[in-house]
């Protein structure tokens, strides 16, 4: 690769998972709802959902049906999306910077230290409402809205909205996620992939840490120089 294209222009992240911890939450709304429709929801079905957005979350949940949920409609269907995400909003109202997740306000100090803009590629309708209660949305010059793209993840369409607002080419980005399908979007959009978790199931990522709190600047710009 070009010496040029190994310098980091911007870095994009996702948001549960990445910043704050908002997961669990997640999970919690989802089991609300698949306990009212009366289908077993888990925490290992629950990862099958991570990185994707609302429908496609409930359509994997209702096709544990023997049906797979055909016989409802589109509107049943919205009906149930828009219940969990009032559970979700109703469940995240005590989220505070306390739950920032370890090492990201130091990476954020040390991005805004070296001018690298840092932009939000979040499947999450609520990312803004998240970012203010975190007290972190001073530090992000973009969030990609999700409405805006044709497809939620692992089409790279939300990180690629996120680079074009941010004015980078995609291959002087960084994208930090911690789901696979991710770390799918991000490879697809031509970045370099930084994987948070499980290095099996984020084995596609450029660069894996198993922790926020492992994160460095310094590190990924090695890693990324090195590729």
């Not at 948001?15 to 925490?43: C, M, N, P, S």
């Not at 970012?131 to 809205?145: G, N, T």
């Not at 596609?204 to 926020?212: G, L, P, R």
Request: net charge negative; charged share 25%.
């Amino acid at each position: 690769m070009n010496k040029e294209h190994r310098e980091i222009q911007a870095v994009i992240f996702d948001l549960d998972g990445v910043i704050t911890d908002t997961a669990k939450y997640h999970y919690e709304a989802w089991k609300q709802l698949a306990e009212e429709l009366g289908i077993r929801f888990d925490l290992e079905f629950n990862e099958q959902l991570k990185g994707i957005d609302r429908m496609a979350s409930l359509e994997k949940i209702l096709s544990q049906l023997p049906d797979r949920g055909a016989a409802f409609t589109l509107e049943q269907k919205q009906e149930w999306a828009e219940q969990k995400n009032n559970n979700y909003q109703r469940l995240i109202q005590t989220v505070d910077e306390s739950e920032i997740l370890p090492g990201i306000l130091d990476l954020f100090h040390d991005l805004e230290y070296a001018g690298i803009p840092i932009g939000l590629a979040s499947a999450s309708r609520n990312a803004g409402t998240l970012l203010r209660q975190l007290k972190v949305e001073s530090y992000i010059h973009v969030i990609a809205d999700p409405e805006s793209v044709a497809h939620g993840k692992p089409a790279p369409d939300i990180f690629l909205k996120a680079a074009e607002e941010l004015g980078v080419d995609p291959r002087y980005c960084v994208g930090v996620e911690d789901a696979e399908a991710g770390v799918q979007a991000i490879k697809s959009a031509g970045m370099f992939a930084v994987g948070v978790g499980d290095a099996e199931i984020l084995s596609k990522a450029d660069y894996i840490v198993s922790e926020t709190s492992k994160l460095s600047l310094s590190e990924i710009q090695q890693h990324m120089a090195d590729r």
